[in-house]
């Protein structure tokens, strides 16, 4: 099987602009989530989807969105871009929503905010 | 926060076994422990996770302790390319959240 995809693998942005990443999960994977890595804060979860709803939520500013279409394909939106926003974007897709399934993780959107 | 500590930084040598140690001393009763490596910025790859019993697969083996607070990562012949950020991470429980709380992990190089 193909593992997650994302796109685009790498992102250059200026403040103030939006910007919109997408996630193909693992083929038959119905959850995704997101997370935001920083050399700083390290990984930290933005939100999950499962059957096109936002189940789980992190403590990110509205700024950040995402949504999941029919096929469970994903994409997660920036607006009003901050430097701060510079980070590894990854996408992570598991079978569902028991506790113990196991995340695998996309390679990764880099976005750098200037 | 994250619920594991982790040392920041070990060696080992090429050939000989890697023991990376984690403290999770207020994991919960149905909470796994997972691991993931991470090599230079490229997304985490999942290697394991257990309960309470030990664990093996083909890329290491998990050993956690009876009262379940820490646990080892054992990779049993490390390469060059084990070198990696590896994390510990417990399964967030609370309200059916299953996201996943990272620490900052163990930065593993493997030498020549």
């Known amino acids: 099987k193909a593992g997650v995809t994302q796109t685009p693998r790498y992102l250059i942005k200026t403040r103030g602009q939006q910007v919109t990443l997408s996630c193909s999960p693992i083929?038959?994977?119905?959850?995704v989530s997101w997370y935001q890595q920083t050399p700083g804060q390290g990984l930290q979860f933005l939100f999950e989807?499962?059957?096109?709803?936002?189940?789980n939520k992190g403590n990110f500013p509205g700024r950040f969105s995402g949504r999941q279409f029919s096929n469970s394909r994903s994409e997660m939106n920036v607006s009003t871009l901050e430097l701060g926003d510079s980070a590894l974007y990854l996408c992570?897709?598991?079978?569902?929503?028991?506790?113990?399934?196991?995340?695998?993780f996309g390679p990764g959107t880099r976005l750098l905010v200037l | 926060d994250a619920k594991t500590t982790q040392p920041p930084s070990m060696d080992c040598a090429e050939g000989r076994a890697a023991n990376l140690p984690c403290n999770h001393s207020?994991?919960?009763?149905?909470?796994?422990v997972y691991w993931y490596r991470q090599i230079h910025s490229q997304g985490p790859q999942y290697i394991i996770h257990?309960?309470?019993?030990?664990e093996t697969n083909e890329m290491a083996s998990l050993i956690i302790t009876e009262d379940r607070k820490s646990s080892t990562l054992i990779l049993p012949h490390a390469t060059l390319r084990d070198t990696a950020v590896y994390y510990c991470?417990?399964?967030?429980?609370?309200?059916?959240?299953?996201?996943?709380?990272w620490g900052l992990g163990t930065s593993l190089a493997v030498n020549p």
């Open positions: 989807y499962f059957s096109e709803t936002q189940r």
């Open positions: 083929s038959g994977h119905r959850s």
């Open positions: 991470i417990v399964r967030d429980l609370a309200g059916n959240n299953r996201k996943l709380i």
């Open positions: 207020t994991i919960s009763g149905n909470e796994y």
């Open positions: 992570a897709s598991s079978l569902d929503l028991t506790v113990q399934e196991t995340q695998y």
């Open positions: 257990g309960l309470k019993n030990n």
